[in-house]
């Protein structure tokens, strides 16, 4: 046990992290246990859900850093290949098709955001180069 308390507390964030990554590692496992499971069962259509859920939990992993990219991309590939062997085909225009209602009340944007926007552009000034740069202040240090 360490005496530091810095490293004290750098344990307990450790063990929180390892708990955290633990979880979004296994749901990865899980989804692509039952993909490649839903494979073997010889079901196209239900393998091919399967697939996209596990595909949806390896970019989960991914993006949070519990995997590396490319072990996930290499574990989708494999996937994928799988899936392709099985002779199924993606319906895009299905899942990516709004609904009749929900196609006529898209939300606008909050005000607050453009409000935000707006103080932030006058605390910094854009340079020709198109970089930002904050404005030098009128106090004096000494």
Not at 15 to 34: I, Q
């Amino acid at each position: 046990m360490a005496n530091i308390k810095s490293q004290i507390k750098r344990n307990r964030q450790n063990e929180k992290r390892r708990l955290r990554n633990r979880k979004n590692r296994g749901s990865a496992r899980v989804a692509v246990r039952n993909a490649r499971a839903a494979m073997d069962s010889g079901n196209a259509e239900e393998s091919g859900a399967a697939v996209l859920k596990a595909v949806s939990e390896l970019d989960k992993a991914s993006s949070k850093g519990v995997l590396h990219n490319n072990n996930a991309a290499r574990r989708k590939g494999r996937l994928m290949k799988r899936l392709a062997a099985l002779n199924f085909e993606f319906k895009p225009g299905k899942a990516e098709q709004p609904k009749a209602e929900e196609a006529g009340t898209k939300k606008k944007p909050a005000k607050k955001a453009a409000t935000k926007n707006a103080t932030k552009k006058s605390a910094t000034e854009k340079t020709s180069a198109g970089k930002t740069k904050k404005k030098a202040s009128s106090k004096k240090k000494t």
